[in-house]
């Protein structure tokens, strides 16, 4: 079903260590509104489109996701690369570190546990939809609110490509329940 191509969607430039920001960007890789959660949230709401265009597009918009996972992962190593264990508890990453030494969890910035409850899915194409664009509104926030967090350009760069995604996949979705309403409306 998948091909994976070894290479990157956006290239991760980063070289400045920041511990603060990659305790917040832990928000997009794990968290309520993270990619994550979108991508599985997608990828099971596909089953209860309208038709296979609708199918198409949430399998689509679902990969892409996970690339944005790969690229917060990718991310978050750049900017704690060299880290001392001093300099993650500093930056409240100590507890991470104890039990996960330098990987990324599946976790909010504030520590909470991913969870599947993140998930929406209700069975109605045109609620599903409208929770997607949402939460592709939410994840722009949550972009916005980190590049405000930083001043390195290697980094608002990334950022600013994921937000832009996120709007990209708003359009794609509220094009698709504008075609969807306007088919329901004719039927009636």
């Not at 969607?9 to 603060?20: A, F, S």
């Not at 309520?32 to 949230?41: C, F, I, K, P, Q």
């Not at 969890?105 to 991913?114: D, M, P, R, V």
């Amino acid at each position: 079903m998948f091909t994976y191509q070894k290479r990157e969607m956006y290239p991760i430039n980063v070289n400045k260590k920041d511990l603060r920001l990659a305790k917040y960007l832990i928000a997009q890789y794990g968290g309520e509104y993270g990619e994550l959660s979108a991508a599985l949230t997608y990828m099971n709401q596909r089953y209860t489109m309208k038709d296979e265009r609708g199918r198409n597009l949430l399998t689509d918009i679902a990969t892409e996701e996970l690339t944005h996972v790969e690229m917060i992962a990718s991310l978050y190593k750049a900017l704690t690369k060299d880290a001392s264990i001093e300099e993650m508890e500093q930056a409240g990453l100590g507890c991470s570190f104890v039990t996960h030494g330098y990987a990324l969890t599946l976790e909010n910035c504030s520590g909470n546990a991913f969870n599947t409850n993140n998930f929406t899915s209700t069975g109605d194409y045109k609620a599903d939809l409208l929770e997607d664009m949402a939460s592709e509104q939410k994840a722009r926030t949550v972009y916005e609110n980190l590049i405000k967090m930083t001043s390195d350009q290697d980094v608002i760069n990334v950022l600013l490509f994921l937000r832009q995604r996120e709007i990209v996949h708003y359009n794609r979705f509220k094009d698709l329940l504008d075609v969807y309403t306007k088919e329901d409306n004719m039927v009636k």
